[in-house]
């Protein structure tokens, strides 16, 4: 008989084993991952001080890594908050340490990503990462660390303090990593133009290996308003979150427990619920079995009387910026925007945006132009496999006058707490019910609002091109009918003219 | 021969079309002047207003009226051409100066309303025919294709440079061109007392190799396949001021069946014009029941000849006796036979002993 052997494994060794879940697949898609992930942080660095972000990013040629790969040195820079000396090794050497474990909506999740990004590079060069960071603080941090994978724990190879004259404040993170810049550049160049779209209040710069150097500007420094932080929700709660809130809870009764833990629970919700799921308000939840949590997860989803989750943990862009950004980015002919109420799927909150754009510097090419982001991040990969693919396939645009030959792009903003992302690759969004009518819901409103401005136009149109016509015709039948008549003087045709003017003339 | 009254009817008829489009134009001045789109009515020339009027033994149009109104965005510019063209005939009238439809529709483009084809130009003129009630040819607008006339006639011409001078159609053994000066001519004397139209040029050679026009005192005409509008005004006029009978001869098949009918009773497509068609003239040959009894050499009747009987059958204009037993015989031999099929017999055949007989028969 074999003998099988356990073993526990660590976060960043799980991680590296299995990189592919992250979005590391090929040389390609890995450094457009690092360039993505470390450009977030740097978003929701600046965005939780509400200060326009100013981002910097520098890729060079190091070397020659195989055939297929190259060696670059990634350096991005920010203005965000800054990392606190003491949390700098763990915040970039330690997998599934970091600061987002609250609930609002943000652009990462796990703080995963950006040490994904240096734990690739890690095992692919075998090179530390180095990190500068100041939050505006006298001083400025220089960490140069690598990441023991097994213990999943910083390496702290050197640490430099040096006098922040200037009273900088931001991140810079350098490492080296493997990468095929050359194919994965039309995605990078896109990610940033749409980020560009979905931040407009952001400068971004990018400097490619080529010394290529490509500048986002912003055109305002209106921000949306950040997300408040706020308490899990009873429909989207699982055993795991209520073991973990009983375990730090100070209440001692069930009574204070639902009370303060849960988004919007108040005292007579509180009391109702308890009722309705035969618990006494003063069980102590410590006390609680194992099966009597299992029971309370169940209850908490099959009770009716929650009021859906209110949207201040969310910060949608806002139809204003994003007008703004798709004016910046696409200089459309026309653009409509539409920002739905808020709407929850399982106990999570969410918000769509939805704009579509036409003509001007939008090209023709036979279907629509489809731009998606989730919590600001454009989403460039499987687009055939995401929900706001499927509501647009399955839309029926001649009700609205649109073809998929008209110069148009649409572009579609899913905001949530928890965005239902169908895979950690985090590219394509699930098709959940709630969420797919929302879409369409939202698609629909600017659908309409292109069409008006299409019939508007055509009128438009039609009445100039009606003009021009009897203009070019009526002077005619003047000059013969009066050569034919054998008269001396034209008639005075300016009072039909007048009159085409006017009221058009019959279409009959 | 009484000339004074031929040599009025054609200034008068001149006359008479010239204040026809100058009233047309007054009309669309005065309607501009008083500040409305400008209109006209004319009769519809949809099938539906096409019925043959047994009376005059040819197509009129019905009562339906369209108008064609300068309001409509997309009456406009054919408003506007039909403006054009009526100026254009009258300038052509007046100066009595022709032209062909060819150069109407590229006269237009010096005015910047060009035509998009020669069917969209023609279709104008017509338009104009209709409601001027005249025919192209009266204002001085003649197609391209032009057949001949042979025989003892002396016309005097009325086209400028040649008023007054006198022509005998016997002067040129091809035959005279009945071309726009032809057709403005007043007729002066003729020793003929028949009109022999043949369809085919060869057979019309060889009528006058073979001195037909002396041997049976006739005017030969050569319609040149279906025959020109002015060809068959030519014929009525010799039909009506002459007082002359009227033969047609033509291939024996539906087509050249047809040939004859248009120059008796007119065709569909000129239902607004009147005096075109000659309605006394006869159909002489080559009929089916010659093909039988001359014994003559055939080809056999293709699909196409035999769906083009089945609608000549059915044509108001193809009721009489003489014509549907035509049509029945043609459709129980399935066979049909050229003019030239009679060389068989010999060349002057046709001449000494088909002829004289048919004259015979259709007198």
Redesign the interface.
């Known amino acids: 008989m074999a003998q099988t052997t356990f073993e526990e494994i660590s976060a960043s060794d799980f991680f590296y084993r299995n990189r592919d879940i992250a979005g590391f697949t090929s040389p390609s898609r890995a450094i457009f991952a690092a360039i993505r992930e470390l450009v977030e942080n740097s978003l929701d660095a600046a965005e939780s001080l509400k200060i326009p972000p100013d981002i910097y990013v520098r890729l060079s040629y190091e070397g020659e890594a195989s055939k297929e790969a190259q060696i670059y040195r990634l350096r991005v820079e920010d203005n965000g908050i800054g990392v606190p000396p003491r949390h700098i090794p763990s915040a970039f050497g330690q997998v599934l340490f970091g600061s987002k474990y609250k609930l609002k909506q943000q652009r990462g999740t796990f703080g995963l990503g950006g040490k994904m990004a240096i734990l690739y590079g890690q095992i692919t060069t075998h090179q530390p990462a180095c990190i500068f960071s100041s939050t505006g603080i006298a001083k400025i941090y220089m960490y140069k660390l690598m990441i023991d994978i097994q213990r999943n724990r910083p390496l702290i190879l050197d640490r430099k303090v040096l006098i922040n004259k200037e009273q900088w404040r931001g991140t810079i993170v350098e490492f080296c990593l493997e990468g095929d810049y050359f194919r994965a550049m039309p995605k990078i160049l896109e990610y940033f133009k749409q980020t560009a779209m979905m931040n407009p209040y952001a400068n971004l710069t990018f400097v490619d290996p080529k010394g290529r150097f490509y500048k986002f500007t912003r055109i305002t420094k209106e921000m949306p308003e950040p997300p408040k932080e706020t308490k899990p929700h009873p429909y989207g709660v699982d055993v795991e979150l209520i073991q973990r809130l009983i375990q730090i809870t100070p209440y001692k009764n069930m009574f204070e427990f639902l009370r303060h833990h849960f988004h919007r629970v108040g005292e007579t919700t509180a009391n109702k619920f308890l009722e309705f799921s035969n618990l006494s308000p003063s069980r102590n939840p410590k006390k609680l079995s194992h099966e009597e949590i299992v029971r309370l997860m169940h209850m908490l989803k099959k009770f009716r009387e929650f009021l859906p989750p209110d949207a201040s943990c969310l910060s949608p862009l806002g139809e204003d910026l994003l007008k703004a950004g798709i004016v910046k980015e696409l200089k459309p002919e026309f653009v409509a925007v539409h920002q739905r109420k808020p709407a929850t799927y399982a106990g999570h909150p969410f918000i769509i945006e939805g704009g579509i754009a036409y003509g001007g510097e939008i090209p023709k090419q036979g279907s629509f132009l489809i731009y998606r982001f989730a919590n600001r991040i454009p989403l460039l990969y499987d687009e055939a496999s995401d929900v706001s693919v499927k509501v647009i396939d399955s839309m029926n645009w001649r009700r609205y006058k649109i073809t998929p030959d008209m110069p148009i792009a649409i572009l579609v903003h899913v905001c949530s707490t928890k965005v239902p992302y169908k895979t950690v690759g985090k590219e394509f969004i699930a098709d959940r019910p709630e969420v797919r009518r929302e879409i369409a819901n939202g698609l629909r409103e600017v659908a309409r609002q292109l069409q008006h401005f299409l019939t508007r136009r055509e009128h438009v149109d039609r009445d100039r091109k009606?003009l021009g016509?009897?203009s070019?015709?009526?002077p005619?039948?003047?000059q013969?009918?009066?050569?034919?008549?054998?008269?001396e003087k034209l008639?005075?045709?300016e009072?039909?003219l007048r009159s085409v003017r006017k009221f058009g003339?019959?279409?009959? | 021969m009484e000339q004074k009254k031929h040599k009025s009817s054609i200034i008068e008829r001149k006359k008479e079309v010239l204040s026809g489009l100058e009233n047309l134009g007054v009309k669309i001045y005065d309607q501009l002047d008083s500040g409305y789109f400008p209109s006209v009515d004319m009769p519809s020339r949809s099938i539906e207003n096409i019925n043959y009027d047994p009376q005059l033994r040819q197509f009129i149009l019905g009562d339906r009226k369209v108008r064609r109104s300068a309001r409509n965005i997309r009456h406009v510019k054919p408003f506007t051409q039909l403006t054009w063209a009526a100026e254009f005939s009258h300038e052509l009238t007046s100066q009595r100066k022709t032209s062909t439809l060819r150069d109407v529709y590229y006269s237009a483009q010096a005015y910047e309303m060009t035509f998009k084809d020669q069917q969209e130009s023609n279709n104008i003129v017509t338009d104009l025919e209709t409601v001027l009630g005249f025919s192209r040819e009266d204002f001085n607008i003649f197609p391209e294709e032009r057949s001949a006339v042979f025989g003892d006639l002396t016309i005097e011409y009325t086209v400028p440079g040649y008023e007054g001078k006198t022509l005998n159609l016997t002067s040129h053994p091809d035959g005279v061109l009945i071309g726009p000066a032809l057709t403005s001519s007043e007729f002066v004397k003729t020793t003929a007392d028949k009109v022999i139209a043949i369809e085919k040029g060869g057979l019309f050679t060889r009528f006058i190799e073979e001195n037909v026009h002396k041997k049976y005192n006739a005017i030969l005409v050569l319609t040149a396949g279906q025959a020109p509008r002015a060809t068959r005004h030519f014929v009525r006029r010799l039909n009506g001021e002459l007082n002359l009978p009227v033969y047609i001869f033509t291939d024996g098949d539906p087509w050249g069946m047809h040939i004859a009918m248009v120059i008796i009773s007119g065709s569909a497509n000129a239902a607004h014009l009147r005096e075109l068609n000659t309605p006394d003239a006869k159909w002489s040959g080559v009929w089916a029941t010659d093909i039988v009894n001359y014994k003559l050499p055939t080809d056999p009747l293709d699909e196409v000849d035999m769906k083009r009987l089945g609608e000549l059958q059915r044509d108001p204009r193809y009721k009489d006796p003489l014509w549907q037993r035509e049509i029945k015989t043609f459709m129980k031999i399935r066979k049909k036979a050229e003019q030239e099929a009679f060389s068989r017999y010999g060349l002057t055949y046709i001449v000494d002993e088909y002829l004289p007989a048919k004259l015979e028969e259709t007198k």
Do not use: N
């Not at chain 1, 013969?480 to 008269?487: D, M, P, V």
């Not at chain 1, 003339?505 to 009959?508: D, K, L, M, N, V």
């Open positions: 009606r016509v009897f070019k015709y009526l005619k039948i003047a013969f009918s009066t050569k034919l008549a054998g008269r008639p005075d045709i009072k039909l003339a019959e279409e009959t």
